[in-house]
């Protein structure tokens, strides 16, 4: 939705942010809200709200699938709103607006902010699953950077009487910045999303079979959709299979040098099924965008292919996309190359397998967030603690736990094609 108001205060561009909040409420999913607006002139340049969970118009699907996109948080979709369309609507660059939003942004959110230069501007806060969890504004979570731009660049608004909230955060960066809302609007922020958050925890999180019933996807015919889908998606999919899921080997490194050398950034995520079947890997497109990268790219494809196929109009797709195509909780993630740890990307990637896992599996080593390399400079140890910091929905949820591959052979081979990749590019270019 977009929209030419002007706005004069916190108070009426919260009001619109919180009226996206119930319109998320009435589509049962996330109860957040947000928009944008032009910190010199109180424009409103858009306005949306979560849409992780959307309902289908397919009647005939029943019940209908509705997880849509894990990674489609109100902050993302304002994210991504504006680099589609900031060079056709000739927007103001991203550090001259505040995405002004109705919670505190969870990691992958305040990941994607960081990176893509917003002012950000909140009401209720998210003792859970916040970036600023502890109500402190010192951003725990983030790395020191990170967290220093935080707070140059964040605030939090007072709340007027009888809950009298002091206004916290950057005095230059946000729009309306030390201004206060009306208790009643900043208590609907909260509410809203503490009525729904349980639910939508629950029904993402339980949209798919579990790997005992689930039936093997090389087993679809070349004519089944749900196969042409996933080779749609991904020229590797289905043509590759590790014998352990959870324990890739060298057969990995060719689909991921391959389509990292095509990407823009050179890296590529995997995603493995609990049979090992290779389902996609795909590569980032951050030249659309700074928060396009290739862990958000393959979360989101795939999502959207699920949500596509478990919807279709055809009985005989939903029922093989049923059977086949397993929530991504019960598959594993390979990243090429994990994100610099002391950056924005990498709170965004861990926040966003946080996001589309919801709930652990049953206990397993290793984790199904791997990856092959780390960038030069960085360790294991610093992953490690960029993980532990999170907030508690990551720590004690989703308990999210990325780790380097086990197969040292899948390390050589990916290390040795990544240098003569990134060689032959260099010499290209």
Not at 2 to 17: G, H, N, R, V
Request: hydrophobic residues 40%; proline residues 7%.
């Amino acid at each position: 939705m977009s929209t030419a108001s002007i706005t004069q205060s916190a108070q009426q561009a919260l009001a619109l942010a919180a009226n996206q909040a119930l319109l998320a409420s009435r589509q049962g999913t996330f109860a957040v809200g947000g928009c944008i607006i032009e910190n010199a002139t109180g424009k409103v340049l858009i306005a949306l709200h979560n849409c992780v969970l959307k309902p289908s118009s397919n009647l005939a699907a029943n019940p209908a699938f509705r997880l849509h996109d894990p990674t489609a948080h109100g902050e993302r979709r304002l994210i991504d709103w504006y680099f589609e369309n900031r060079q056709r609507l000739e927007l103001p660059p991203a550090n001259a607006l505040t995405v002004i939003t109705t919670l505190d942004p969870c990691a992958m959110c305040a990941g994607a902010l960081l990176a893509a230069g917003f002012n950000v501007a909140v009401s209720a806060h998210d003792t859970f699953a916040g970036v600023n969890f502890n109500g402190q504004f010192d951003f725990p979570s983030l790395p020191p950077a990170q967290r220093l731009l935080a707070q140059t660049t964040w605030g939090y608004y007072a709340v007027s009487a009888p809950l009298e909230r002091n206004y916290v955060g950057a005095c230059d960066g946000p729009v309306y910045a030390g201004e206060e809302v009306d208790a009643a609007t900043f208590s609907l922020t909260s509410s809203l999303f503490e009525v729904s958050v349980n639910l939508v925890h629950d029904e993402s999180s339980n949209t798919g079979l579990p790997p005992s019933v689930l039936t093997d996807p090389r087993e679809l015919s070349e004519q089944s959709r749900v196969r042409q889908a996933l080779t749609g998606l991904s020229p590797w999919s289905l043509r590759v299979k590790s014998d352990n899921p959870r324990i890739p080997g060298a057969e990995l490194a060719q689909p991921l040098i391959d389509v990292a050398s095509q990407a823009h950034a050179f890296n590529a995520v995997a995603l493995l099924d609990p049979f090992g079947n290779l389902l996609a890997c795909l590569g980032g497109a951050e030249n659309h965008s700074p928060i396009r990268t290739a862990f958000m790219e393959i979360t989101r494809a795939y999502a959207a292919l699920r949500w596509d196929l478990m919807n279709h109009d055809e009985a005989q797709t939903r029922s093989e996309a049923r059977q086949h195509l397993t929530h991504p909780r019960y598959c594993t993630f390979i990243m090429l190359y994990f994100p610099d740890p002391t950056g924005s990307e990498a709170v965004m990637t861990l926040g966003a397998y946080g996001s589309t896992v919801e709930r652990p599996t049953a206990p397993s080593f290793p984790s199904n967030l791997q990856y092959v390399l780390l960038p030069d400079g960085s360790t294991a140890k610093d992953v490690a603690q960029l993980a532990q910091g999170l907030p508690p929905f990551y720590t004690h949820n989703v308990q999210v736990a990325p780790c380097q591959v086990l197969d040292e052979e899948l390390v050589r081979a990916a290390q040795c094609l990544s240098d003569h990749a990134q060689r032959v590019g260099s010499a290209d270019g």
